[in-house]
């Protein structure tokens, strides 16, 4: 099993350029999350999935938009990158419910946009 | 009133001690609480969750909670040098998990 995997791992945007990342768990989890990690500020969670088809917005939504077209697959896009948007961006999965405490998260992809 | 508060600061032990690092929360209808452990450049891993007061133990690392104070703890004994790693407290509830800010913890061979 891959587990969670992401790409790309690195990218660098100049401002107002679009961009996706893609997301894909092999565990066959229903739930599927993106997080932003930031100095100093910990994990913050853009948006989540609780199933195929479906999204939510999390603490950090603006400027993000997100497709859950297949249940492996999570999209995070970025229309018009800002500097702000600066991060490493994490995607995560679990069961769902009451087990979705335990995420399983991928690698990260190191964003700079400048 | 941020949900979860992890003081941020690092810390470098010798290797052989105990680290302590805490959280507090302020949402008293949160039901489960986790320590996840991140290497530096990876995503962070589920290391431990409890969802009652009192001590959960596995090896050399122990959770615990009070929540009457609203106050998480984790404990790391004889800690060695592959335990250097970022850890963050989260709790869930609410459909998701709301995590500090992490603990850079050093330990020094």
């Known amino acids: 099993n891959a587990g969670v995997t992401q790409t790309p791992k690195f990218r660098v945007l100049k401002t107002g350029q679009s961009m996706t990342l893609l997301c894909a768990q092999d565990?066959?989890?229903?739930?599927m999350y993106w997080y932003r990690q930031d100095p100093g500020m910990g994990l913050r969670l853009i948006h989540y999935?609780?199933?195929?088809?479906?999204?939510a917005k999390g603490e950090v939504p603006d400027g993000y938009n997100v497709s859950r077209l297949k249940k492996q697959n999570f999209l995070l896009g970025l229309e018009s990158a800002a500097p702000s948007q600066t991060s490493v961006y994490f995607c995560a999965s679990s069961y769902g419910g009451t087990g979705s405490y335990e995420q399983y998260f991928g690698p990260g992809t190191r964003l700079t946009v400048t | 009133q941020k949900e979860v508060e992890q003081d941020p600061g690092p810390l470098s032990v010798p290797e052989g001690a105990i680290v302590s690092l805490n959280c507090t929360y302020s949402?008293?209808?949160?039901?489960?609480f986790m320590w996840y452990r991140q290497y530096s450049r990876k995503g962070p891993e589920l290391l431990m969750y409890t969802y009652s007061s009192g001590n959960k133990e596995d090896g050399r690392f122990t959770a615990q909670v009070d929540k009457s104070s609203k106050y998480i703890s984790l404990f790391i004994r004889d800690s060695q040098p592959s335990d250097s790693a970022t850890y963050l407290c989260?709790?869930?509830?609410?459909?998701?998990?709301?995590f500090g800010k992490g603990n850079q913890v050093v330990v020094i061979p």
């Open positions: 989260a709790i869930w509830g609410n459909n998701r998990l709301a």
């Open positions: 949402n008293s209808a949160f039901q489960y």
């Open positions: 999935s609780v199933g195929e088809g479906t999204t």
């Open positions: 565990m066959n989890h229903e739930y």
